[in-house]
């Protein structure tokens, strides 16, 4: 199951097109999509293609618009942590992005003064309450994953001593997710995804999840451990090797530049960016 947040109400997506979910006699508001993911499941399974639409990609929005909790994991692809020069973490490391940071899978992203850099991440998105998972359940809790963008100015997130990341990586359209809610099931294998990230054509990282060093479950069970999880939080993995700090030379997002990103079954987003007035 593929549903949007098509011009801000859900839609499932159909290989013709997307079809309001209250055809499904369901609430179309984004923020009830988890209270009937089940009954969700059901319906998308026998609905009639017929009945789905055209739609236009920039009337996608973020399929979850207000999480309360937006965690993100540090340091878990082996690449990426050799080019950040660090060890390899033997627990998560755990930040946040500030809700307000959320953006949709096609918009235009105002670009602040400083360097602002490209992180691809698959995300988890939680679908039902959760605290103190065992890693063993650790999917459990996870009902849908999405294709997200950790994207962050380097001059703040590395300003301080010790860095504190959570204020770089949450200008306004800093965190991009989408296109769709996929459920897991949808997926030949959740654990094993491929990432491209491109820049203006050229690809720029390209890993898969089954590379991440901590995986999703052992993310649930780290996080759960500590805060309860609930209902749309959202968890970017971790970013994989090709980030544009860690080049030499360094290169980093202007305006006018074209950032793809694409998670093997997860689907794709597609940003422009233009200068912060
Ligand atoms: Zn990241």
């Given at each position: 199951m593929r549903i949007v947040n098509l011009a801000g109400r859900l839609a499932l997506l159909t290989g013709d097109g997307?079809?309001?979910?209250?055809?499904?006699?369901?609430?179309?508001?984004?923020?009830?999509?988890?209270?009937?993911?089940?009954?969700?499941?059901?319906?998308?399974?026998?609905?009639?293609?017929?009945?789905?639409?055209?739609?236009?990609?920039?009337?996608?929005?973020?399929?979850?618009p207000e999480p309360?909790?937006?965690f993100a994991v540090a340091l878990n692809y082996r690449p990426h942590t050799t080019e950040a020069g660090h060890?390899?973490?033997?627990?998560?490391?755990?930040?946040?992005?500030?809700?307000?940071?959320?953006?949709?899978p096609y918009d235009t992203i105002d670009l602040p003064p400083g360097h602002v850099d490209w992180e691809l991440e698959m995300v988890a998105v939680i679908g039902r309450d959760a605290y103190r998972v065992p890693e063993e359940d650790g999917w459990g809790p996870v009902v849908a994953l999405t294709v997200g963008q950790d994207l962050s100015e380097r001059t703040?997130?590395?300003?301080?001593?010790?860095?504190?990341?959570?204020?770089?990586?949450s200008f306004p359209g800093f965190g991009p997710v989408?296109?769709?809610?996929?459920?897991?099931?949808?997926?030949?294998?959740?654990?094993?995804?491929?990432?491209?990230?491109?820049?203006?054509?050229?690809?720029?990282?390209?890993?898969?999840?089954?590379?991440?060093?901590?995986?999703?479950?052992?993310?649930?069970?780290?996080?759960?451990?500590?805060?309860?999880?609930?209902p749309g939080?959202?968890?970017?993995?971790?970013?994989?090797?090709?980030?544009?700090?860690?080049?030499?030379?360094q290169r980093f997002i202007g305006t006018g530049d074209t950032l793809v990103s694409r998670i093997g079954d997860l689907g794709e987003m597609r940003h422009t960016f233009r200068s912060a007035r």
């Open positions: 997307a079809v309001d979910v209250s055809h499904g006699g369901f609430d179309a508001d984004p923020d009830a999509v988890f209270g009937q993911w089940e009954a969700l499941l059901r319906w998308s399974a026998a609905v009639d293609p017929a009945t789905a639409v055209p739609y236009k990609d920039s009337d996608l929005r973020a399929p979850v309360r909790q937006i060890e390899e973490p033997a627990e998560p490391l755990v930040f946040t992005k500030f809700p307000s940071c959320l953006a949709g703040v997130q590395l300003a301080g001593r010790p860095a504190q990341f959570s204020l770089g990586k989408g296109p769709a809610l996929v459920s897991v099931d949808e997926p030949a294998d959740r654990d094993d995804l491929e990432l491209t990230c491109e820049l203006n054509g050229e690809t720029v990282q390209h890993d898969r999840t089954s590379n991440m060093i901590f995986p999703v479950p052992r993310l649930v069970a780290h996080l759960s451990a500590i805060c309860p999880l609930r939080d959202l968890i970017f993995t971790g970013t994989p090797a090709g980030v544009g700090n860690r080049r030499t030379p």
